[in-house]
Every structure is written in structure tokens, then in C-alpha cells.
């Protein structure tokens, strides 16, 4: 049975059609990838299938059975449904661990899923599998590093306890050494069964992890399938990858 | 300038900031929160020292200010939460909602100030003060009232401080003030403490009221010029944080206190705001602000 199951979902912004009939479903424990150029409509998708900051024009969000549109924006991630964001979003005058913390007590909701761990040893357990150094969960988040805020990101969404994380750009503007790393903890994190959807423009990222790739153009779907038909499309190559992209993507 | 004129400056700028500490940090709060400008805060000034009032004079129930007190804070709280519901939150979709709060927060301002009027009568009234008669310090004479005021206002701004600091639900709010779309996604309330901030900025408005209640006569528009002063704290002193303000208003304060000796109550409000403009041309983020905490 799908985990996430989008239906013909569409976003107008006006005349503009920002996300126009996307329909895909998401299994349990499965690493979806979505790729595409720039505004082609990734991150708007992310925003109207939790619903924030705005909904989805027409169409249905389906989660672990249940119809997720317009459900109250808080209860998104008491259902078990997480996102980070492109840019590195934490709360600044927070501690690292204060950030965490937050998820940890406000995520789960009613659901009963940490057992008898403390607050602290959750906060550290989320750290630890984002490895991110616990020496610097006492520092302010607007004091870390930009691979540690994206660490801190994963942490912060993955002590809600999800089934589901839905991950925008968790690469860009990292180093070669800081992407290899990136690639290990969402593999480790997937690896705990949380599904994942993920949305990026670094292709090895995509292609190692991805099981099913979907490639938006103009808020519309160009292609879904498996990554290694997805690259060879020739409307794909056309409209995103281009020549070399390809022939990178080959190699990866 | 003698030593005891220096000493009276500083001990009523030292009064006034607490004043407008306590105020500023109200407005603060729910302008780092929720995004707008709550113009009805004067009027939590005006009602929290008329709860009081009628709850502790002999002229109302009688039961003593300690009642009157405990009474207008509580009453304060629940008005916060409802002015949230009734002025704030039927708008929050909306995309002009900072214009939308304006015209409903001086709206609702307008209206109580007039209730107040038509119920309480234009007569002066005065409160009891905290603690009777006159103390003296280093020379100078002081009332007892304004020593509590001097000694009460730190202590509750530092609770409100630790409370902002060391609890969830202070995390939460200031995770609120930072980053709304991801405070909720991380399933923070965001709703229900949209009323909580404007409960708290409430009750501290409301022991302004008492605090003002007990040196000056009240009226209904005893609020508006503390409100304005508060503003002027806020802008001067930056929201990024909590202690920006707070800093804020006993630099105002003194700075006040310094303007009325040297120049006159009647050119002190426009030397603050031309210092206000100043300040805010070489620091636009306020003279505290710049990075949040």
C-alpha cells in the first residue's frame, strides 16, 4: 500500500500554474526523487502537500490511508509526515539542541512512539544519526555551519519520529566530502524504514539514492520511472539535464 | 547640579523605564509573534488599573489592593486570550492582516476606552499605592510605591525572561516569532499561543495600569501615552529580542527624566523621537537589535 499517495495535484499562483496535475505514490520505506529545472515547481509541491504556507488549488494528499488536505498545519507531523527546506531553516536564537528539542516534545503528538526514552537521550539518538557533533548542540543554531544547520534540519525532522521525510536540497551548496556524507545519513535514515522523498539538483545524490525518479517541468510531470530510464529520456535530457548533464548522469 | 539633583534624575528615569519595560515587552511579544501591532495595549494599561480599582477601593468591592491585584491580572490574562480570538485571529489568513490588525485593535481600543468612560465616569480616580509612605536613600526622598516599582518590575521581567528561556512553551513561542512555517510543521500550537502571548502581554500591561494607577489619577486614556512611549521603546531598542527592549526602556527612561530637568516636559516627547530618528538612521535594526537572541 502507498505511504503518500498524491492525486492530480494541482497549485495556480493567478494565471500561473505553479503545479499542475502531479500525481505519484510513495512506498513505505521507498526513496522517491523528484528533479527538474529551476521552477518547475519542486518546492511549491512540497508546500501544498503539508499544506504550508498555502494549499493545494485541486487535487488530494493521501497519508498512511488517510486524506491529508487541509488538515490543521501542526497535526501534519503528528501523523508522521516531516519536511526540511532548501534553505537552512532552524530556529537562530535556539540552541541546536533547543531546536531538536522543540520537534522532539511538539512532533510525535499523541502518538506513543519514543517509549520510555527521556527527552534527552531522543535529542541526542536524532543527533547522533545525523552525525551531527554533540559538542555543538549547546551552540546557537545561527552559530553552526551550513552543512551542520542542514544536519541540525534532519535531526530536528527526524526526532518527530516520521514515517515520512520530505527533503529539499539537502546538498546544495555543500562540499564534495559534506554531499558523500549527506548521502551515508539519508541512506542511514532510510534504513530505520522512513520513507523519503527527495528533491535535488546534485544528480549523484539523486541517482545513488533514488528508487523512483520524477522529473517536473512547468509544474507538470515529464517523466516517472525508474532513474536509469528517467536519464536516457530524451525530453528529460531536452528540457534538464542537457548533453553533459547526461552524460554525468551515465556516470554516476 | 547638585549630587542629590543627578540622584533624582537617575532614580526617575530608573522608575519610568520599568514602567516601559513592562509595557515594551508586552507590545514586543506579540509583535515578534503574531507579526502585528496591538494598539488596545494602552487600553490593558487603562483596564488593569480599573479592575483593580474596582475590585480594592472602598468606593468598589472593598477587598483590598492584594485582591484588586490578583483579580486584574487574571481578568487581563482572559482578555488577552479573547481580544486574540476576536480581533486577531478571524484574520490571520488574510494577506493585509498587519492593516487589517490595526483598524481592529484600535477599533476594540476606541470601544473600551469609552466603556470605561460610560461606566467608570470621567472622574479621577487613584489607587492605593504598593506600600505606604516615603523612603529615603542616599539623601533623596523617594515613595515607597516607586522603590516596589524599582525593585518589582526587574523581578517580573527576569521571570519573563527565564520563562522565554528555559521552558517549551517559551521555546516555543520564540520558535514561533523566528520561523512561523516551520514551527509549525514542527506541530508547535502555533493558535493557541498566538492567545498565550497575548494574554501575557495583557497581565503586564495590566500591572502597568496598577503600577501608574498608584502614582498618577487614572482615567480611560491613561494608556495612550505609555502605549506610545512603549512603541517608541520597541522601534528604539529593536524586537529581535526580548532584552532589546527591556534595555531599551530604561535608556528611554533616563534619557526622559534627563529632558524634563534640562529642558522641560513640553519638549521631552519630541527630543525622544528626534533621538528615536537618529538612532534609527545610523542603526536601522534599533539600538539593540541587529542579531536575534
Not at chain 1, 93 to 99: G, I, K, V
Not at chain 1, 140 to 153: G, H, N, P, T, V
Request: with cysteine; aromatic share 8%; charged share 15%.
Amino acid at each position: 500500500m502507498a505511504l503518500l499517495k498524491i492525486e492530480n495535484l494541482s497549485k495556480n499562483f493567478g494565471a500561473l500554474k505553479a503545479v499542475s496535475g502531479v500525481s505519484f505514490e510513495v512506498r513505505k520505506g521507498q526513496i522517491f526523487g523528484i528533479a527538474g529545472p529551476n521552477g518547475s515547481g519542486k518546492s511549491t509541491l512540497f508546500n501544498i502537500i503539508t499544506g504550508v504556507p498555502f494549499s493545494a488549488t485541486s487535487g488530494a494528499v493521501w497519508f498512511n490511508g488517510q486524506s491529508i488536505s487541509g488538515i490543521a498545519a501542526q497535526k501534519i507531523c503528528h501523523l508522521g509526515l516531516a519536511r526540511t527546506y532548501q534553505r537552512e531553516t532552524a530556529f537562530d536564537s535556539l540552541t541546536a539542541y533547543q531546536n531538536i528539542a522543540l520537534g522532539a516534545v511538539f512532533g510525535p503528538g499523541e502518538r506513543e512512539a519514543t517509549g520510555a526514552a527521556t527527552l534527552e537521550e531522543r535529542v541526542c539518538r536524532a543527533a547522533e544519526l545525523v552525525e551531527l557533533d554533540r559538542a555543538r548542540l549547546a551552540r546557537k543554531a545561527s552559530e553552526l555551519s551550513i552543512f551542520e544547520r542542514k544536519q541540525l534540519m534532519l535531526a530536528s525532522a527526524l526526532v518527530m519520529e516520521p514515517k515520512a521525510m520530505l527533503l529539499d536540497e539537502p546538498a546544495s551548496s555543500l562540499t564534495k566530502p559534506e554531499i558523500a556524507e549527506t548521502i551515508r545519513i539519508i541512506r542511514n535514515i532510510n534504513a530505520r524504514g522512513i520513507a523519503i522523498v527527495l528533491i535535488e539538483h546534485v544528480l549523484p545524490v539523486l541517482l545513488s539514492l533514488s528508487q523512483r525518479l520524477l522529473v517536473l517541468n512547468h509544474g507538470e510531470m515529464l517523466r516517472l520511472g525508474a532513474p536509469d530510464d528517467v536519464v536516457r529520456d530524451e525530453q528529460v535530457i531536452a528540457a534538464y539535464l542537457g548533453k553533459r548533464g547526461a552524460r554525468d548522469a551515465e556516470a554516476a | 547640579m547638585t549630587a542629590e539633583t543627578v540622584l533624582y534624575i537617575l532614580v526617575s528615569g530608573v522608575v519610568l523605564g520599568s514602567l516601559y519595560a513592562l509595557m515594551a515587552v508586552g507590545l514586543a511579544l506579540v509583535w515578534t509573534t503574531l507579526g502585528i501591532f496591538n494598539f488596545a495595549h494602552g487600553m490593558f494599561i487603562t483596564l488593569g488599573a480599573y479592575f483593580a480599582w474596582t475590585v480594592a477601593d472602598g468606593n468598589g468591592l472593598g477587598w483590598g489592593l492584594a485582591a484588586g491585584i490578583a483579580f486584574s491580572v487574571a481578568a487581563l490574562a482572559a482578555l488577552g486570550c479573547l481580544a486574540e480570538a476576536v480581533l486577531v485571529r478571524p484574520f490571520l489568513k488574510r494577506d493585509n492582516l498587519v492593516l487589517v490588525a490595526v483598524i481592529t485593535t484600535l477599533a476594540a481600543a476606541t470601544f473600551l476606552e469609552n466603556a470605561t468612560l460610560l461606566s467608570r465616569g470621567g472622574r479621577s480616580k487613584q489607587l492605593a499605592p504598593l506600600a505606604e509612605g516615603n523612603i529615603s536613600m542616599f539623601g533623596i526622598g523617594l515613595s515607597a510605591h516607586e522603590a516596589a516599582i524599582v525593585v518589582i518590575a526587574p523581578l517580573i521581567l527576569y521571570s519573563v525572561w527565564l520563562f522565554l528561556q528555559r521552558t517549551r512553551t517559551g521555546s516555543a513561542l520564540r520558535a514561533i516569532a523566528q520561523n512561523q512555517e516551520a514551527a509549525l510543521l514542527a506541530g508547535i500550537p502555533v493558535a493557541r499561543l498566538y492567545a498565550l502571548s497575548f494574554a501575557l502581554a495583557a497581565s503586564l500591561a495590566g500591572l502597568v495600569g496598577i503600577f501608574l494607577g498608584g502614582i498618577k489619577f487614572m482615567s480611560p486614556s491613561m494608556g495612550t501615552d505609555p502605549m506610545v512611549k512603549a512603541l517608541v521603546v520597541v522601534i528604539f531598542g529593536g524586537i529581535a529580542s526580548i532584552s532589546g527592549p527591556i534595555r531599551a526602556a530604561y535608556v528611554i527612561g533616563l534619557l526622559e527624566a534627563v529632558c524634563i530637568y534640562s529642558i522641560g516636559i513640553y519638549w521631552t516627547q519630541a527630543a525622544l523621537f528626534v533621538v528615536m530618528i537618529a538612532v534609527l538612521m545610523i542603526r536601522p535594526t534599533g539600538l539593540f537589535g541587529g542579531q536575534r537572541a
